[in-house]
């Protein structure tokens, strides 16, 4: 499972682990939507298999980006008094919005990595 995540971060291809997913050098750090490699430079696997195949990693995005809003929440309760405080909200939407261009890339790679085995 660590090994997977390691790979999903480090943006490898899921089928021989020596190409690239995306074009971009940084996986966290780019703004901006992704552009993806078509195809594995190195075994030439097919990333988006069939049109719309990114549709799904949208639910996949917005499951990580309620865990970071709740984790941000949890965290927040260390400097407010009250649990709905409603200075809060404004705080979990920057860092959500922060994190979106991250959370686009993330949501690709565990789509993809999640029908890796899946072959059309
Ligand atoms: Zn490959």
Not at 46 to 64: H, I, Q, R, S, T
Not at 73 to 85: A, M, Q, R, S, V
Not at 87 to 110: A, D, E
Not at 113 to 119: E, I, L, P
């Amino acid at each position: 499972m660590a090994n997977i995540v390691s790979k999903i971060l480090k943006n490898e291809c899921p089928n021989c682990n020596n190409g690239k997913v995306f074009k971009d050098k940084s996986f966290f750090f780019s703004v901006g939507f992704p552009k993806m490699n078509e195809h594995c430079s190195s075994c030439h696997y097919k990333f988006e298999k069939e049109p719309g195949y990114f549709f799904g990693a949208m639910f996949v995005n917005y499951a990580l980006t309620v865990g970071e809003g709740i984790i941000t929440y949890l965290f927040l309760l260390n400097f407010f008094e009250k649990p709905i405080d409603l200075r809060m909200i404004p705080i979990i939407c920057c860092v959500i919005v922060l994190l979106c261009f991250f959370n686009i890339r993330l949501s690709r790679m565990i789509w993809i990595y999640m029908f890796r085995r899946y072959s059309v």
